[in-house]
């Protein structure tokens, strides 16, 4: 695909790549976001727990590492990354606290960690993936029989809090107000309605408004993190030591859920 297509927060987090970085994309989807940073990095791997997605994104970009696996047990040696990712991921995970344990042990010392959540904002309450329309719609296209998601938002304290006294914030970046969510209301019906031109409309009209910084008051929240301690380049390593499979009872309840986004837009609506 082409990076036209890249919108929001994967662009922003794929120009906060490093070219000496070995990159970890935790909820990698389609593989579109590491598509784009992979070429800026020594070298990226992704994780999913979506099958279909994964088979897809393997397929697509052959020089990119994919594996299942679910974000509280990650399938690598201890310090095996200089940069991870988690593009809209936090928000859905049933045990935050155990999904950033696993990213603390596979971060290298002093490595980063780019986080991109939904933020309390002004219109944190606008929220599509909240809606019972929402989890219809994942039911009619996808047969995915969840109720309402779970779609957390936070503030910068609270990320901070998760992480602890071992991580210090190093860049900021809000975008979004209004415009943002009611997009990705709009989108769960073009979308399911296949109104590819819409939905294109949709997503530029939502991308100019999460490029415009409100301060707290926005919809969106990324951060990126620097890990205490003294840089050390990740050791290489072949294949992964634990495979995680799909009856894993640790990712059992994590696939009922969204852990992951669509990284070709920015929006709220998303319903893989």
């Avoid at 992704?46 to 020089?63: M, Q």
């Avoid at 935050?96 to 002004?122: M, N, Q």
């Avoid at 969840?146 to 190093?170: C, K, M, N, W």
């Avoid at 495979?243 to 894993?248: L, V």
Wanted: aromatic fraction near 10%; glycine fraction near 8%; charge should be neutral.
């Amino acid at each position: 695909m082409s990076s036209e297509e890249l919108l929001g927060r994967a662009v922003v987090a794929s120009e906060w790549i490093k070219g000496d970085d070995v990159l970890l994309d935790i909820g990698c989807n389609d593989g579109l976001f590491l598509s784009q940073a992979a070429p800026r990095c020594r070298s990226a791997w992704g994780v999913d727990i979506d099958h279909e997605l994964l088979s897809k994104a393997s397929a697509r970009y052959s020089d990119i590492q994919f594996q299942y696996a679910s974000a509280d047990r990650l399938p690598f040696p201890d310090a095996s990354f200089s940069a991870i990712s988690m593009l809209d991921v936090l928000e859905h995970l049933p045990d935050a606290k155990a999904a950033i344990r696993e990213v603390d042990r596979v971060l290298c010392p002093g490595g980063r960690l780019i986080i991109s959540v939904p933020h309390k904002g002004t219109f944190g309450f606008v929220d599509a993936q909240r809606s019972t329309v929402f989890a219809a719609g994942r039911r009619v296209r996808l047969g995915k029989m969840d109720d309402v998601l779970e779609h957390r938002h936070f503030i910068l304290q609270e990320i901070s809090d998760l992480l602890g006294p071992g991580y210090t914030a190093e860049r900021l970046r809000y975008g979004g107000f209004l415009l943002f969510p009611l997009c990705g209301f709009a989108l769960m019906f073009t979308d399911g309605l296949g109104m590819k031109r819409a939905s294109r409309f949709l997503r530029i009209v939502e991308d100019k408004d999460f490029h415009i910084d409100y301060g707290t008051r926005s919809w969106h929240l990324m951060a990126e993190y620097r890990k205490a301690g003294e840089f050390r380049r990740p050791s290489p390593f072949r294949g992964s030591p634990i495979e995680a499979g799909a009856t894993d009872p640790m990712t059992s309840r994590d696939s009922r859920r969204s852990a992951n986004g669509t990284r070709n837009s920015t929006d709220g609506a998303r319903t893989n």
